[in-house]
């Protein structure tokens, strides 16, 4: 049993940054994803960014790459997500959530563990 735990979250302006944090409580396996997800006002939840665990490779939805970075602290059980040039769009609430998939996938039904969300607002 994994619980998970964002923060960070904020009202900024347009071409401002955020840097989100996701605390694992429980153990996160090599083989696990971690994963990023949002929901603006009216959308449907949608892929962010990922990571696996162990190897620490990346996946990044296009609408954020070149932005947006993620990346783990396995001694701390964190995982970031820094968010640069924020545009209007990215106005959500940001979840993190685990994967024990064995493969990388985008859609959130494969992610069986999700933390309460932290709000991005994003102001012109």
């Known amino acids: 049993q994994v619980q998970l735990a964002e923060s960070g979250g904020g009202l900024v302006q347009a071409g401002d940054s955020l840097r989100l944090s996701c605390v694992a409580f429980g153990t996160i396996y090599s083989n696990d994803f971690i994963g990023w997800f949002r929901q603006g006002p009216g959308k449907e939840r949608e892929f962010v960014a990922a990571?696996?665990?162990?190897?620490?490779?990346?996946w990044y939805t296009d609408s954020v790459k070149g932005r947006f970075t993620i990346s783990r602290d396995a001694a701390e059980n964190t995982v970031y997500l820094q968010m640069n040039n924020l545009k209007l769009e990215d106005t959500a609430v940001y979840y993190c959530a685990l994967s024990k998939s064995e493969y990388i996938n985008y859609r959130p039904d494969s992610y069986g563990y999700w933390g309460q969300g932290t709000q991005v607002t994003v102001s012109s």
């Open positions: 990571i696996n665990w162990r190897l620490a490779k990346t």
